[in-house]
């Protein structure tokens, strides 16, 4: 099936199998390409269809959801996701919450408040990350300068949460593979297995 740049792309979701998408999909209308997922899905790696989306979509697309928690389920993961679609060239639009819709003033604005709650929650992990590494020093098993910033192991997290794959965030920072995979995970020098009992 042929899709005309600029087109419309539809989203909709429900978290499990026996849930009704009917009246998702009627508040959503006619559009030039559906996708429909059945999956609560906490990350986007857990949600096929909207990977599939994210990588369908390019610049001058449109995507249309109900709301923003149909496409997103925290603030950081929504802030990031509509971020990069935006500087794809790719347009938000929430029915339910025209207000957040990426082609109006007011979306903007609550975009860029988003992005502040966003910036908190990022300065209050970092913030747990050093204590974490201060403790593992203090217990002598912090032996080496981990080879990923803090500021870059969230940035790596986020863009895997929005599809980026692995393979090429680790070739970006300039690290191998399981450096990344640590990273993410928290192991070693990145300091969570000491915290994960706090």
Not at 43 to 52: F, G, P, V, W, Y
Not at 59 to 64: L, R
Not at 125 to 133: F, K, M, P, V, Y
């Amino acid at each position: 099936m042929s899709v005309k740049k600029g087109a419309v792309v539809g989203y909709a979701r429900v978290s499990s199998s026996d849930q009704n998408l009917d009246r998702q999909l009627a508040e959503l209308g006619d559009v030039d390409k559906l996708y429909i997922e059945k999956v609560s899905g906490r990350s986007i790696d857990e949600r096929a269809e909207l990977t599939k989306m994210l990588d369908f979509v390019r610049e001058g697309d449109v995507i249309k959801t109900k709301s923003a928690d149909r496409l997103a389920r925290s603030t950081i993961d929504l802030l990031t996701l509509v971020r990069d679609l935006g500087a794809r060239g790719v347009r938000v639009e929430f029915i339910d919450e025209p207000m957040l819709s990426t082609d109006s003033e007011m979306g903007e604005f609550i975009l860029t408040v988003m992005a502040g709650i966003a910036q908190l929650e990022r300065r209050m992990i970092l913030r747990r990350q050093r204590d974490g590494i201060a403790l593992a020093k203090a217990a002598g098993k912090y032996d080496r300068e981990p080879s990923l910033t803090p500021e870059q192991v969230e940035d790596a997290r986020r863009r895997v949460e929005t599809g980026v794959s692995k393979a090429y965030l680790a070739r970006e920072f300039g690290v191998s593979r399981s450096t990344l995979y640590a990273a993410l995970a928290g192991r070693g020098v990145y300091g969570r297995d000491d915290t994960a009992g706090s």
